[in-house]
């Protein structure tokens, strides 16, 4: 059974950082790709850093980069998200989710309809 659990949110003041991690278990085959969303309140989920089957493969929504940083241990089974510079509008749920296949593609997933698993999310709040 596949599972992802997020961890690592919390209360942060502006300008602080946090990491995050997203431990998956379950996947006995297959290439696995993980993106990392949130969900503001009052807000449509959306995708905040995404890395592909292929760990060359990455990439951020415009609002976190240079401040958000996606990377993978595979020995871990983790996919983390170090979160800098933070503002009050990365206030959010943050989930992290998976997309399994057997075909190896350098293809980055940056939409929620390409993924197959999701966590339960992890609440970051960024106030002074």
């Known amino acids: 059974q596949v599972q992802l659990v997020e961890s690592g949110g919390g209360l942060v003041q502006p300008g602080g950082s946090l990491r995050l991690s997203c431990a998956a278990s379950g996947f006995t085959s297959g290439h696995v790709a993980i993106g990392w969303f949130r969900r503001a309140p009052g807000k449509e989920r959306e995708g905040v850093a995404y890395i592909g089957y292929s760990d060359m493969s990455f990439d951020y929504a415009e609002s976190v980069k240079g401040r958000f940083t996606i990377s993978r241990d595979n020995r871990k089974n983790t996919v983390y998200l170090q979160m800098n510079s933070l503002k009050i509008d990365d206030t959010a749920v943050y989930y992290c989710?998976?997309?399994?296949?057997?075909?190896?593609?350098?293809?980055?997933?940056?939409?929620?309809?390409?993924?197959?698993?999701w966590g339960q999310g992890t609440r970051v709040t960024v106030s002074s």
């Open positions: 989710a998976a997309r399994v296949s057997g075909i190896m593609s350098n293809a980055v997933y940056r939409e929620e309809k390409d993924y197959h698993y």
